[in-house]
């Protein structure tokens, strides 16, 4: 158990469809990091969030937004749905800030299928 | 764009054999390099990690990697394999605040 949760599990839904992600970063942890991984692409970063404001963005669709709140989860908004968004969303946490450094812990994931 | 590659998407291996995942990234400066694993149906965590000094680094359950700056490489090791290695390895690369994983390779260890 890394200490990172995230809900749902699983998650069905239809295209055009709006959903949230909910991650809870591990204790002590002020980043988080969204990811997602998907068969044909690996795992490619979407955003980062440290001590409740954006830090770095990855390859995130204007579709898509997040935020961190005082309590420092964090919740990935999915809208206008579209098949290929279709993928498993992980978060991770760390201590610090800096991408390159800093040990993630990941957690368990959200798989979304898209109908 | 900078990148990273395993070239060994899927590598199937019996119990005893010797393991070498290859890691290649195009980034000419200063990397920090990790090795991330999955295993069925648990979340990533950390393999092992370099950031300077002895290329030879070692990581939890026996695996080792060596960093080759000159071939740009960062493959991961381990001398014998173990059922209990099946899971998915990921490389990922970092440098000046970025971190760029791989695609990963996914191993399969026979018994």
């Known amino acids: 158990d890394s200490g990172v949760t995230q809900t749902p599990k699983h998650l069905i839904t239809a295209t055009g469809q709006r959903v949230t992600l909910r991650c809870s970063p591990r204790s002590g942890d002020l980043s988080v990091y969204w990811y997602q991984q998907s068969l044909d692409q690996g795992l490619q970063f979407l955003i980062q969030?440290?001590?409740?404001?954006?830090?770095a963005k990855g390859n995130i669709l204007e579709r898509f937004s997040a935020q961190q709140f005082p309590d420092l989860h964090s919740e990935l908004n999915l809208s206008s749905l579209e098949l290929g968004d279709s993928a498993l969303y992980f978060c991770?946490?760390?201590?610090?800030?800096?991408?390159?450094?800093?040990?993630?812990?990941f957690g368990p994931g959200t798989r979304l299928l898209v109908l | 764009a900078q990148s990273v590659s395993q070239h060994n998407h899927h590598v199937i291996l019996s119990e005893a054999a010797s393991l070498e995942l290859g890691c290649n990234y195009s980034?000419?400066?200063?990397?920090?390099l990790f090795w991330y694993v999955q295993y069925p149906g648990q979340h990533l965590q950390l393999l092992l990690k370099y950031f300077s000094g002895d290329p030879l680094v070692k990581g939890i359950k026996g695996f080792e990697a060596e960093f080759i700056k000159s071939k740009f490489s960062f493959n991961l090791r381990k001398p014998s394999v173990q059922w209990s290695d099946t899971a998915e390895y990921f490389c990922?690369?970092?440098?000046?605040?970025?971190?760029?994983f791989g695609t990963g390779t996914r191993l399969q260890v026979f018994p």
């Open positions: 991770a946490s760390s201590v610090g800030a800096t991408r390159d450094v800093e040990t993630q812990y």
């Open positions: 990922a690369v970092g440098w000046a605040d970025k971190l760029i």
């Open positions: 969030y440290y001590n409740g404001e954006e830090r």
């Open positions: 980034y000419g400066g200063t990397v920090n």
